[in-house]
C-alpha cells in the first residue's frame, strides 16, 4: 500500500465515529483532506463542521459542507460530539505532536471544545517516545528570539519554519532535539513560555481514539 492508500483507508475507517445531524470538528492536513473528501462522497449530512484552519474551512465548503465558527457553534447550545484530526506523532498513551502543517492552535481549540477526539494516522506516526518529529511552537513575532533562546535552554534546537506565517498572524519554531517522556508536564513547561501561543504537544487533552492504519488494516486505539 502507497502512504496515500493508507491515509485514506485510515480516514474511511474514522467515518462511523461521525454523528450525523449533529456538529463535527475537523482537523488540517493531508490525512483530514482526506477524510473531509470521504464524508462529502460518502454524503454524511452534518449540522454543520468546524474547521482547525482556512484550508480545512475551504474544502468543506468546496464540498457543499457548511462550516461555522466556534463561537457560532457554541452560540447555538449545540455539543461538537467529535473532532476528527491527524497527527504527526502518536505514543502509547495517545499524547500527540500536532502541527506539521502549522495548524495547531486552531487544532488545540477546536479538540478543547468537543467530546471525543479521533485521532486518524498511518502507522509510521506510532512511536514510543514523542520527538522524533521536530514540536512545533506558534510564537508571537516580537518574541521570536525570546523563545528560541528559552528553548536552546531547556535543550531544544529550534528552527524558524521558514516563510510560513500561521492563520493567526503568528511564526512556527520546530524543535527537534526532545525526548518528550512526560508529555503533560513538559505541554505545561511549554506553555508557560512567555511569547508563544500554543505547542504542538497534545498531551492534557490528548487523543481519545486513535485509528491507526497498516498494511494490515486498521487498528484501533483507547487512551
Ligand atoms: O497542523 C497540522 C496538523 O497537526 C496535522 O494533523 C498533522 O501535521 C498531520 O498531518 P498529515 O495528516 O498531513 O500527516
Given at each position: 500500500?502507497?502512504?496515500?492508500?493508507?491515509?485514506?483507508?485510515v480516514?474511511?475507517?474514522?467515518l462511523?465515529?461521525?454523528?450525523?445531524?449533529?456538529?463535527?470538528?475537523?482537523?488540517?492536513?493531508?490525512?483530514?483532506?482526506?477524510?473531509?473528501?470521504?464524508?462529502?462522497?460518502?454524503?454524511?449530512?452534518?449540522?454543520?463542521?468546524?474547521a482547525?484552519?482556512?484550508?480545512?474551512?475551504?474544502?468543506?465548503?468546496?464540498?457543499?459542507?457548511?462550516?461555522?465558527?466556534?463561537?457560532?457553534?457554541?452560540?447555538?447550545?449545540?455539543?461538537?460530539?467529535?473532532?476528527?484530526?491527524?497527527?504527526?506523532?502518536?505514543?502509547?498513551?495517545?499524547?500527540?505532536?500536532?502541527?506539521?502543517?502549522?495548524?495547531?492552535?486552531?487544532?488545540?481549540?477546536?479538540?478543547?471544545?468537543?467530546?471525543?477526539?479521533?485521532?486518524?494516522?498511518?502507522?509510521?506516526?506510532?512511536?514510543?517516545?514523542?520527538?522524533?518529529?521536530?514540536?512545533?511552537?506558534?510564537?508571537?513575532?516580537?518574541?521570536?528570539?525570546?523563545?528560541?533562546?528559552?528553548?536552546?535552554?531547556?535543550?531544544?534546537?529550534?528552527?524558524?519554519?521558514?516563510?510560513?506565517?500561521?492563520?493567526?498572524?503568528?511564526?512556527?519554531?520546530?524543535?527537534?532535539?526532545?525526548?518528550?517522556?512526560?508529555?503533560?508536564?513538559?505541554?505545561?513547561?511549554?506553555?508557560?513560555?512567555?511569547?508563544?501561543?500554543?505547542?504542538?504537544?497534545?498531551?492534557?487533552?490528548?487523543?481519545?481514539?486513535?485509528?491507526?492504519?497498516?498494511?494490515?488494516?486498521?487498528?484501533?486505539?483507547h487512551?
Amino acid at each position: 500500500m502507497t502512504a496515500d492508500e493508507l491515509k485514506i483507508a485510515v480516514a474511511r475507517a474514522a467515518l462511523p465515529h461521525v454523528v450525523p445531524g449533529e456538529l463535527l470538528g475537523v482537523g488540517t492536513g493531508s490525512t483530514a483532506n482526506h477524510f473531509i473528501d470521504l464524508l462529502a462522497a460518502e454524503k454524511i449530512a452534518v449540522a454543520g463542521a468546524i474547521a482547525s484552519s482556512e484550508a480545512s474551512a475551504a474544502r468543506l465548503r468546496s464540498h457543499g459542507i457548511p462550516v461555522l465558527s466556534l463561537d457560532e457553534a457554541i452560540a447555538s447550545g449545540r455539543r461538537i460530539p467529535v473532532y476528527v484530526d491527524g497527527a504527526d506523532e502518536i505514543d502509547p498513551g495517545l499524547n500527540l505532536i500536532k502541527g506539521g502543517g502549522g495548524a495547531l492552535t486552531r487544532e488545540k481549540i477546536v479538540a478543547a471544545a468537543s467530546d471525543c477526539f479521533v485521532c486518524i494516522a498511518d502507522h509510521s506516526k506510532c512511536v514510543e517516545v514523542l520527538g522524533r518529529f521536530p514540536l512545533p511552537i506558534e510564537v508571537i513575532p516580537m518574541a521570536l528570539g525570546l523563545v528560541s533562546r528559552e528553548l536552546t535552554r531547556m535543550g531544544g534546537i529550534p528552527k524558524l519554519r521558514e516563510g510560513f506565517v500561521t492563520d493567526n498572524g503568528n511564526l512556527i519554531l520546530d524543535v527537534a532535539g526532545l525526548k518528550i517522556t512526560d508529555p503533560a508536564a513538559f505541554e505545561t513547561e511549554l506553555d508557560h513560555l512567555t511569547g508563544t501561543v500554543t505547542n504542538g504537544l497534545f498531551a492534557r487533552r490528548r487523543a481519545d481514539v486513535a485509528l491507526v492504519s497498516s498494511p494490515d488494516g486498521v487498528r484501533t486505539l483507547h487512551a
